[in-house]
């Protein structure tokens, strides 16, 4: 089994900055792939960005060149670097991995962009 618990998430203008974060227990992190999906009121969950147990990232279209996910494995811990925020990022990122065939999901942070 997979706990995954995101903080971080709040309040922050228009061109502002946010880091959030998702601890992961109860699995061995550091082979795990790790994913960020966010979801606004009325509309779909979306996958914003992924990191492989190597590294590797990929993004959405609608967050290259500002969001960037990176991992700690010391200290079980992937995070996601949000940079020139802009209200329509606002919404509930979650974190998403996958252990076992299994998906799991952590409860979301809010993050809203506004002034």
């Known amino acids: 089994q997979v706990q995954l618990v995101e903080s971080g998430g709040g309040l922050v203008q228009p061109g502002g900055s946010l880091r959030i974060s998702c601890a992961a227990s109860?699995?061995?992190?550091?082979?795990?792939?790790m994913g960020w999906y966010r979801q606004a009121p009325g509309k779909q969950r979306e996958l914003v960005a992924r990191?492989?147990?190597?590294?590797?990232?990929n993004y959405a279209d609608s967050v290259k060149g500002r969001f960037t996910v990176s991992r700690d494995n010391a200290k079980n811990t992937v995070y996601l670097q949000m940079n020139s925020l802009k209200p329509e990022d606002t919404a509930v990122y979650y974190c998403?991995?996958?252990?076992?065939?299994?998906?799991?999901w952590g409860q979301g942070t809010q993050v809203t962009v506004s002034s």
């Open positions: 998403n991995t996958v252990e076992g065939y299994r998906d799991y």
């Open positions: 109860g699995s061995i992190f550091s082979i795990l792939a």
């Open positions: 990191i492989t147990s190597g590294g590797s990232t």
